[in-house]
């Protein structure tokens, strides 16, 4: 079946514009997590959705930073006003529930944004 | 709080040398510990994984042992190929209210290969 896809795949933007990164999940995954990779960083915690669940906002950077997730499915990550340190590669990983901590999540390709 | 320590790269082998990726970890209770592979181009998958002390995870030829008594998760290979150059990620998880199964990773080694 089809994994975790990711759109775009590319992005470069001006700084101070609005960004919306899509993520779809695995069919039937119910968690869903953003990470963001960049060079400073490495690989950081943004935000998690459990079903219809009140998401885990405790990784996002600054309020410029929210996500939603539409019918426990498709997540939108949206960034606004962007900055040049929001440069990264922006990751959004499934999973099938939370039974336990030994599921494992399952990363899309990943979306690479520049701020110019 | 949680964190993962992997040494530092790039490391760089000859074909069929022996790899060793050295992973200590510093958690609260008791973690799920994963290795994960970022191929050049290509997104994370995870190598793999083990959920429990003394726990072994393998594939593709390579292990990793839980060891709870020194909290370490190093990542082992015993014939390296070309096709092995990656960066590799160390990481933790532990599904509580708190952390919800969220991956802490590390720095990322990279491995390059040599014919």
């Known amino acids: 079946g089809a994994g975790v896809s990711q759109s775009p795949s590319n992005k470069v933007t001006e700084k101070g514009k609005d960004v919306e990164l899509r993520c779809d999940p695995i069919?039937?995954?119910?968690?869903l997590y953003w990470y963001r990779q960049s060079l400073g960083q490495g690989l950081e915690f943004l935000i998690y959705?459990?079903?219809?669940?009140?998401?885990?906002k405790s990784g996002l950077p600054s309020d410029r930073f929210s996500a939603e997730r539409t019918g426990g499915s498709v997540s939108t990550l949206t960034i606004q006003r962007t900055q040049q340190e929001d440069s990264a590669v922006y990751l959004c990983?499934?999973?099938?529930?939370?039974?336990?901590?030994?599921?494992?999540?399952?990363f899309g390709p990943g979306t690479r944004l520049t701020v110019l | 709080g949680n964190s993962v320590t992997q040494m530092e790269g790039p490391v760089t082998l000859s074909e069929e040398a022996f790899l060793t990726i050295n992973c200590t970890y510093t958690?609260?209770?008791?973690?799920?510990l994963f290795w994960y592979v970022q191929y050049p181009g290509e997104g994370l998958q995870l190598l793999l994984k083990?959920?429990?002390?003394?726990d072994k995870g393998s594939n593709k030829g390579f292990e990793a042992t839980y060891r709870k008594e020194t909290t370490s998760f190093h990542l082992e290979k015993g014939s390296v190929q070309v096709s092995d150059s990656a960066v590799y990620f160390c990481?933790?998880?532990?599904?509580?209210?708190?952390?919800?199964?969220?991956?802490?990773f590390g720095a990322g080694t990279q491995v390059v290969v040599t014919p």
């Open positions: 083990a959920t429990k002390a003394d």
């Open positions: 990983a499934s999973s099938p529930h939370i039974s336990g901590s030994t599921d494992t999540q399952y």
């Open positions: 958690a609260t209770g008791y973690p799920s």
């Open positions: 990481a933790l998880s532990r599904m509580t209210t708190d952390s919800w199964g969220k991956l802490q």
């Open positions: 069919s039937g995954h119910t968690a």
């Open positions: 959705f459990q079903g219809n669940s009140a998401p885990d």
